[in-house]
């Protein structure tokens, strides 16, 4: 009984071996990843519900479609609350309450004889995926210094592998035991899953915020440790990096929700089996994955800006999206799922990493959380819009829109080279005016006979400069 208590306590309450870059550190990133996967990628799958839904609630697709949209809605707009509710009570009990959550609405959900009723459960499950992937980032980047890109990258394709692995199973699922035990099988999955969360260890959470500032020495640096309070930081926004990522977000997210709510329908639409488009799901979820290891690569490569890799998936993903109105072959789509599926990727890995890294450590929750929530506006509109333009006639005209945002969001990065040029001209005159005041400070401190000395000195090395040079003239 007492190993078994001392067990419990290693694994759940902490160890002094449990350091940043540690092998504990990577069983972290292992956790993170499975609890994104079987959340996040459970709501980027709903697309292969999409169909069935229609189909049991004879409804149009803008009305089904916002079922999926809420879920990828909530998951953005819990980013604040779920910043907040990290800062106050830990990774832990914030991830494991989410996966909770999860299993919960759809549970709820299984019972359901309306829309209505699917919207409220499905809101509620994204709300507590947006729980698990905010806290399964910010544990990553606390638990890991050195190889903190690669981990988060690692950790971040758990989305990918849950999209590929889910979007089949949840097919298969259907087809066997419909669509009500099949959400009463993943919300048992989910239950089961929770249990993943007590990998985060409160001793590295608390390690990484009291390393900022040195004994004694609170009051004299401008870091301060995080205390266990409802915390909002709003002072991110005015960070220009910051700002650029919410400028851009908006636009990016919006074609991105579309794209996992309707590619399935779509598929459907253009003569394809429900089997052979949920397979479109499983292509694009393997380059998610092949995406999120290259980028979280290319990210850790120090001399290659972060904003260029962002700005660069996102353009494909962008033309990508608008050449799909020309694909009405199985192969043109199964090509398209590979390619935004790379981008889409990369796109999760390095907006997650410039997200957390904008602004120091004690606000990367509340950066988040705020990107998360403007994200959810355009995630929200996203799939009912495209549904309902799809109604009115086909998807074309909704796909080309979504890829000219894609397009526009590459763009505004460029803001941040204009930004870099101020800021190395102001840290230029910085510095002068430091040297300036330094050499100042000095002279006032130094003895008077020393600067005579020094002057003497001075001038004996001027002179003998003088004669090297005329020597070397000569």
Known sequence: MMSRFVVCRFCCDGDPSHKKDSAWAW???????????????????????????????????????????????????????????INRFGCRVVSMTGCLTCALSLTVASFAKSLLILYVCYSFLGFGGGCVFLSSVVIVRKSFDKRQSIALGISSAGQGLGTMVLSQVIQ???????????????????????????????????????????????????????????????SVWKVPGFLVLAASGPMIMFGRAANYVH????????????????????FMGINIVIGRFACGFLCSIKWLSNWYVLQGVVLVMGVSMMLLTLAHSYEALVAYAFIYGFGDGGLATVFNIQAVTCVDQARAASAFGYLLLIASLSSLVGPPVTGLIADKGSYGPAFLIAGGLFIMG???????????TTERNGEESLNDETITGSVQELQERTNPDEVRITESVKRKRNSLSEECLLVSTV
């Open 27 to 85: 069983m972290v990133c292992f956790g993170a990843g499975t609890n994104m996967a079987f959340t996040i990628g459970l709501i980027y799958s709903f697309g292969v519900l999409l169909p069935v839904f229609m189909d049991y609630f004879k409804e149009s697709r803008e009305r089904t479609a916002w079922i999926g949209s809420l879920s990828v809605a909530f998951a953005f707009a819990a980013g604040p609350l779920a910043g907040s509710l």
């Open 263 to 282: 590619l399935v329908k779509y598929s459907e639409d253009l003569g394809m089996s429900s089997e052979a488009s949920a397979r479109l799901v499983l």
């Open 410 to 420: 590459s763009l505004i990065p460029f803001v941040m080279l204009c930004v870099k």
């Open 172 to 234: 298969s699922l259907v087809t066997a035991v419909r669509w009500r035990n099949t959400l009463r099988i993943l919300a048992g999955s989910l239950f089961l899953n929770s249990l993943s969360g007590l990998l985060y260890d409160p001793k590295i959470e608390t390690a990484s915020t009291s390393e900022m500032v040195p004994s004694g020495e609170a009051g004299q640096t401008g870091q301060r440790p995080s205390s266990k309070r409802f915390t909002f930081h709003f």
